[in-house]
T-cell receptor, first 112, second 116 residues
Framework: DAKTTQPNSMESNEEEPVHLPCNHS???????IHWYRQLPSQGPEYVIH???SNVNNRMASLAIAEDRKSSTLILHRATLRDAAVYYC?????????????FGTGTLLAVQP | DAGVIQSPRHEVTEMGQEVTLRCKPI?????LFWYRQTMMRGLELLIY????????DSGMPEDRFSAKMPNASFSTLKIQPSEPRDSAVYFC??????????????FGPGTRLTVT
């Protein structure tokens, strides 16, 4: 599986935008980019995913570099509830496997 | 839907005892996953099922661990005998059949296992 690299931790202020980076230089043409987050004492939850184009949903936006070797998860206005570990994961939709391999993620702290 | 249901939420047991963790996936989902999370190793996939059949158990740590899915609405993860190093939070997740437009795993609240 192609690997991703994320900063161990980041800090943000409440109501400010947050840009969480992810590098995936060995991404293949059939890899989707997925983001999950894990709030304290909870299981991970889906945030967003994309292939080539930028994506928006009610939780966040995903900006994907033109060469697809990096992506950025954007939280437009951070709230205290967004404090969590954010995982960037690649999944090969063309393969037979249906696994998500979680890395260490980015621990986001949000200051009031 | 109630989401993925796991029981028990907390389990404390002594080394050598058998432990059984239970999971009820979301109705209609045909994939079920078991994960383990520790501070040292992070979130690891142990095994996953498709239509009640184990597809990939390469993450199961050793023969002391076994998982079954007797029907579409129930799965168990058993540890026998348990050891202190098995202490972790165990998550169950389920998903519908993925397609190129959408893929999402839904996680349960987890079972915190402590083996003394």
């Amino acid at each position: 599986d192609a690997k991703t690299t994320q900063p161990n931790s980041m800090e943000s202020n409440e109501e400010e935008p947050v840009h969480l980076p992810c590098n995936h230089s060995t991404i293949s043409g059939t890899d989707y980019i997925h983001w999950y987050r894990q709030l304290p004492s909870q299981g991970p939850e889906y945030v967003i995913h994309g292939l080539t184009s930028n994506v928006n949903n009610r939780m966040a936006s995903l900006a994907i570099a033109e060469d697809r070797k990096s992506s950025t998860l954007i939280l437009h206005r951070a709230t205290l509830r967004d404090a969590a570990v954010y995982y960037c994961i690649l999944r090969d939709y063309g393969g037979a496997t249906n696994k998500l391999i979680f890395g260490t993620g980015t621990l986001l702290a949000v200051q009031p | 839907d109630a989401g993925v249901i796991q029981s028990p939420r907390h389990e404390v047991t002594e080394m050598g005892q058998e432990v059984t963790l239970r999971c009820k996936p979301i109705s209609g989902h045909d994939y079920l996953f078991w994960y383990r999370q520790t501070m040292m190793r992070g979130l690891e996939l142990l095994i996953y099922f498709n239509n009640n059949v184990p597809i990939d158990d390469s993450g199961m740590p050793e023969d002391r661990f076994s998982a079954k899915m007797p029907n579409a609405s129930f799965s168990t993860l058993k540890i026998q005998p348990s050891e202190p190093r098995d202490s972790a939070v165990y998550f169950c997740a389920s998903s519908p059949t993925p397609d190129t437009a959408r893929y999402e795993q839904y996680f349960g609240p987890g079972t915190r296992l402590t083996v003394t």
